[in-house]
């Protein structure tokens, strides 16, 4: 394999998540989950230093934006995901609201966007594909973010209404993505959202 930018970028993202999933199962959980703040800007800065258009950087700080008022509009009203507040694990808050919340939406949809270009012909079809993504992340991410304290819900698994606010909101937001034709960097993508998934699945599992 060529170590180039790409690949090492990858290696890096991989390694790191090992890591977190070994110290989490193998010595001190709240520790290691402490360093998710970290994780998500290194995620963030792998995305960006393999990202080469930025023609399109406003729908970058449009989505952090967003992922974080919308976020910042639940924990304070219950609207629209349902009622529950943030732990510790995730950061600094304001108005009740990690600062890494954006982070995490911008991420996301960064990965689901990029793999979902092969959904279908349209913005609509790849939005929804996008959008499904984010469900399928979001579902696997709730069990282990409720049991480690990055948020709890006021009853004891997450609403039903919570996935489809995820699924409208991550549409929506998607629908810019395509509808820009941003150019996304496909490999760091799959290796992002694959990543992602992986880590929670596991971390499920135990």
Do not use: C
């Amino acid at each position: 394999m060529k170590w180039n930018k790409i690949n090492i970028s990858i290696a890096v993202l991989i390694i790191f998540h090992m890591v977190g999933i070994g110290g989490v199962l193998l010595a001190n959980p709240i520790e290691f989950l402490r360093l998710t703040p970290l994780n998500l800007l290194l995620t963030l800065v792998i995305i960006l230093i393999n990202h080469q258009q930025w023609k399109f950087v406003w729908v970058f700080v449009v989505t952090y934006l967003v992922g974080f008022f919308v976020e910042v509009l639940g924990v304070n009203t219950g609207f629209p995901f349902g009622e529950y507040e943030y732990g510790s694990v995730l950061g600094p808050k304001v108005f009740e609201t990690p600062l890494m919340i954006g982070v995490n939406w911008l991420i996301l949809l960064y990965a689901s966007n990029a793999i979902s270009r092969h959904f279908g012909l349209t913005a609509i079809t790849k939005a929804l594909g996008a959008a499904a993504l984010m469900v399928v992340l979001d579902y696997a991410i709730e069990p282990v973010a409720i049991k480690y304290d990055f948020w709890t819900w006021a009853q004891a698994d997450p609403p039903f209404e919570n996935y489809m606010a995820w699924f409208v909101i991550a549409f929506l937001l998607s629908l810019v993505w395509q509808w820009t034709k941003i150019e996304l960097n496909k490999k760091i993508a799959i290796a992002v959202y694959s990543v992602e998934l992986g880590f929670f699945a596991l971390l499920n599992l135990f």
